[in-house]
């Protein structure tokens, strides 16, 4: 049954990444046709909306009220707003700033803050197991985006604050991520982690729709086109909704830097979206990275515990012989 759930853990992992990974194509397709600040808070907000009947619902069955107290709200703010709302305009405004093959090496930072940030504020240890499949997974991660890695320019004047801006976006999404872990363990749900969280983040958002990038919602409906409302659709469901909810539900049973781990699956599943729908080319490169990765999510979130008995049994072997 332990490796069963697991396994199934893992699944939801890799479904996770495939779903965040829907962003980067689904916003090249709707990004000349609506501004950055409606991209990056737009679907967040139609995600509350839909979510927060379903949060009423869920409540209702386990005959609890809202959370909306100050002894609850107080542990939503800083998420809300640090890994919510200044982590999406962050994202924005850096992705405008910098280039695609820039972004997508920077994202490598975001297992390794976790790492750091859930060994301060979770206590979690940084294994052997887990060095080693952060390793892999990066060696894999640059196998599968050897071509981006060679046009990559991140240290160039032009492009440098664009660099700086996003790294502090994955900075952002790092904190968010372990944070969430602390919500899990104080016993919120999925939904009410999802709901409330995006709710701060979404009333931090009204300023910019309204006086930076004003949001006229008639027009926004009657003349952004097809495209663009099932791409906000898309991104309200299948980015910031349901990804997250079962995100939060993985962390009941793993370790953050566990979970956290599968985002090294993104640039993968992105260079798989783009020979989908873009007619771009995969490489022998990019399989094999894909597989290294593959096997470095595996060996933290099935067989982790199996790997560190028997690192430790070599160990106690070398030094018995030693002895």
Same mark, same amino acid.
């Given at each position: ?18 779903l965040?990974? *829907?962003? $980067? ?5 709707i ?7 409606t991209?990056a ?6 995600? *509350?909306?839909?979510f927060?009947p ?6 209702k ?6 959370r ?11 998420p ?5 709302? !200044? ?5 924005t405004?850096?992705?405008?700033? &910098?280039?695609?093959a820039?972004?997508? #090496? #920077?994202?490598?930072a975001?297992?390794?803050? $976790?790492?750091?940030l ?18 892999l ?6 196998? &599968? ?9 991140l ?6 604050l ?6 502090? /976006?994955c900075?952002c999404? /790092?904190?968010y991520?372990t944070?969430c872990?602390?919500l ?19 009333? /931090? ?8 990038e ?6 926004f409906?009657?003349h952004?086109g ?27 049973r ?8 599968g ?23 990019? !399989?094999?990275?894909?597989?290294? #990765?593959? #096997?470095? *999510?595996?060996m ?5 515990? &199996? ?6 049994k ?10």
């Amino acid at each position: 049954m332990f490796k069963s759930q697991k396994t199934i853990d893992w699944g939801l992992i890799i479904i996770i990444i495939f779903l965040w990974a *829907t962003q $980067v194509p689904v916003i090249r397709f709707i990004g000349d046709r609506l501004g950055a600040i409606t991209v990056a808070f737009i679907p967040m907000i139609i995600s *509350t909306i839909i979510f927060l009947p379903i949060l009423w619902v869920e409540n209702k069955k386990r005959n609890v009220k809202f959370r909306w107290r100050w002894k609850d709200i107080k542990y939503f703010i800083l998420p809300g707003l640090i890994g919510i709302f !200044i982590m999406q305009y962050a994202y924005t405004l850096g992705s405008k700033l &910098t280039i695609v093959a820039n972004a997508g #090496i #920077i994202t490598l930072a975001i297992p390794v803050f $976790v790492g750091i940030l859930a060994s301060f504020l979770l206590k979690e240890k940084l294994n052997l197991i887990r060095i080693v499949s952060f390793v892999l997974a990066i060696a894999g991660v640059l196998m &599968t985006s050897i071509s981006d890695i060679s046009g990559s320019n991140l240290f160039h004047g032009q492009y440098f604050l664009g660099n700086m801006i996003f790294l502090f /976006a994955c900075l952002c999404c /790092a904190y968010y991520n372990t944070y969430c872990k602390l919500l899990v363990d104080k016993k919120f749900t999925e939904l009410e982690i999802l709901v409330y969280c995006s709710i701060i983040g979404s009333i /931090a958002s009204i300023p910019l729709l309204i006086w930076v990038e004003p949001f006229h919602p008639i027009q926004f409906f009657l003349h952004s086109g097809k495209i663009a409302l099932f791409g906000i659709l898309e991104l309200s469901l299948f980015v910031y909704g349901i990804p997250a909810l079962l995100f939060f539900y993985v962390l009941k049973r793993l370790d953050v830097t566990q979970a956290i781990l599968g985002n090294y699956l993104l640039p993968f599943f992105i260079a798989l979206f783009g020979i989908a729908l873009l007619n771009e080319k995969i490489s022998a490169l990019m !399989i094999i990275g894909g597989v290294i #990765i593959f #096997i470095s *999510t595996l060996m933290v979130t099935i067989y982790e515990k &199996t790997l560190v008995e028997f690192s430790k049994k070599i160990t106690f072997n070398k030094r018995k012989i030693n002895s």
